[in-house]
């Protein structure tokens, strides 16, 4: 159920240090999932997917990483910006009746300093 | 991936009355989600806007509350019904799986 009045964990960098965010997901029948990037005002923005055989991937500046044994993802930013501050949220979704939902994390909010 | 638009960006409404928020996509897709983000929290589903038939309501959001509608592949509406305060969230739709899963730009709603 949701929780209310719950503060997001907050993550606070210097410009050019690398990130990581983490992200406990719920259910160990999840075979795919996303990071998401929100910023003030706006919809979650697409970041990097992983798929449930895989335990890394790469994209331009970020990696994400699958641990299923303990239900856990992490999202590694190289060289923060100041444009990545933002609230990340890591999703989970899997097939059969729930196909195309996802379940959301309580997200991290990113703070870049310049 | 998809582009989707959601109608209004924001509103302010008075308790009592309702909102219909629309979204569009630039593309056919089979599923359409509409999803609520209340204050500093994470995203919740709502539903999933099916075409030609009933939406799909998730524990604790119900059809009178919530109608939504889905009349072809590209648009959907949700209503939100009977507003009080506690309706005061961020309404998003989104899209999948064809071009991703991919989200409108949200319906920020403030309910006095």
């Known amino acids: 159920g949701e929780s209310v009045g719950l503060h997001l964990p907050t993550l606070s960098v210097q410009e050019g240090d690398n990130s990581i965010i983490n992200c406990a997901y719920s259910n160990s029948a999840s075979d795919y999932f996303i990071w998401y990037k929100q910023e003030s005002g706006k919809g979650p923005q697409f970041i990097i997917d992983i798929r449930s055989n895989m335990d890394k991937r790469q994209g331009q500046r970020v990696t994400v990483l699958l641990n299923k044994t303990v239900k856990h993802l992490s999202l590694q930013i190289a060289a923060t910006q100041p444009g990545d501050s933002a609230v990340y949220f890591c999703?989970?979704?899997?097939?059969?009746?729930?196909?195309?939902?996802?379940?959301f994390g309580q997200g991290t909010i990113l703070t870049v300093h310049p | 991936s998809a582009v989707i638009s959601q109608k209004p960006s924001r509103d302010i409404c008075q308790r009592g009355t309702s909102l219909t928020i629309q979204c569009q996509v630039d593309?056919?897709?089979?599923?359409m989600f509409w999803y609520r983000q209340q204050p500093g929290q994470s995203l919740t589903l709502i539903a999933t806007a099916n075409q030609g038939s009933e939406a799909t309501y998730e524990s604790g959001f119900v059809i009178d509350k919530f109608p939504i509608s889905r009349p072809n592949l590209t648009f959907s509406t949700l209503t939100v019904s009977n507003m009080s305060p506690e309706d005061s969230s961020i309404y998003l739709c989104?899209?999948?799986?064809?071009?991703?899963?991919?989200f409108g730009s949200g319906t920020r709603l403030t309910v006095v």
């Open positions: 999703a989970e979704t899997y097939g059969g009746t729930s196909y195309g939902k996802l379940t």
């Open positions: 989104s899209c999948a799986p064809e071009y991703g899963y991919t």
């Open positions: 593309s056919q897709v089979t599923m």
